[in-house]
Antibody, heavy 127, light 112 residues
Framework: QVTLRESGPALVKPTQTLTLTCTFS??????????VSWIRQPPGKALEWLAR???????YYNTPLKTRLIISKDSSKNQVVLTMTNMDPVDTATYYC???????????????????WGKGTTVTVSS | QSVLTQPPSVSGAPGQRVTISCTGS?????????VYWYQQLPGTAPKLLIN???SRPSGVPDRFSGSKSGTSASLAITGLQAEDEADYYC????????????FGGGTKLTVL
């Protein structure tokens, strides 16, 4: 059974750096074709894809947010970490991590999809 | 403003058929990239509903179907049930500066 769980601070101050951890089980980031993505959702608003890290350590970032994001992995601990710098109240959201896969070998990276999601963690940015 | 455009809301009575559209452009759906659909029940995380434009993951009822044509995609739900009331999001890859992976603005489905 594949599960993911997000953890991190519930409250951060403006200009601070947010660090979120995704701890997963049921799959390995050492397996070809396995990836983890981060997605966020401001209250009452739409989903926004943030970043993705692949089994081979390839990384992809939301282009407008690229300068603020860093994604990394510790495959031995089954964890993926997302850091977002210079937090602002508009970054208040529920942050999700999701297993991302192409479904079968040889699928191009842009055809990967988020097939299992964590429950999310709520982050509020306020002084 | 989302790169993929969805109607904010749709509604239907139990048993009816509803469709949700997802309109993109030549940098995403129109470029041939696949469309995915996610269902988000109230207060829960999104769940993959359709992948590869029209494939249903194991466990998703065949009442849900997806299609794609040109720069648009659609999600159809037949035999509407009360438990289908949720937010639905389309998602695709975008080769412009808005991407690389983008979601629609979401559609709230109300079962009357």
């Amino acid at each position: 059974q594949v599960t993911l769980r997000e953890s991190g601070p519930a409250l951060v101050k403006p200009t601070q750096t947010l660090t979120l951890t995704c701890t997963f089980s049921g799959f390995s980031l050492r397996t070809s074709g396995m990836c983890v993505s981060w997605i966020r959702q401001p209250p009452g608003k739409a989903l926004e894809w943030l970043a993705r890290i692949d089994w081979d350590d390839d990384k992809y970032y939301n282009t407008p947010l690229k300068t603020r994001l860093i994604i990394s992995k510790d495959s031995s601990k089954n964890q993926v970490v997302l850091t977002m710098t210079n937090m602002d109240p508009v970054d208040t959201a529920t942050y999700y991590c999701a297993r991302t896969t192409g479904g079968q070998p040889g699928v191009p990276y842009f055809y990967y999809y988020m097939d299992v999601w964590g429950k999310g963690t709520t982050v509020t940015v306020s002084s | 403003q989302s790169v993929l455009t969805q109607p904010p809301s749709v509604s239907g009575a139990p048993g009816q058929r509803v469709t949700i559209s997802c309109t993109g452009s030549t940098s995403n759906i129109g470029a041939g990239y696949d469309v995915y659909w996610y269902q988000q029940l109230p207060g829960t995380a999104p769940k993959l509903l359709i992948n590869g434009n029209s494939s249903r993951p194991s466990g998703v009822p065949d009442r849900f179907s997806g299609s794609k044509s040109g720069t648009s995609a659609s999600l159809a739900i037949t035999g509407l049930q009360a438990e289908d009331e949720a937010d639905y999001y389309c998602q695709s890859y975008d080769s412009s500066l808005s991407g690389p992976w983008v979601f629609g603005g979401g559609t709230k489905l109300t079962v009357l």
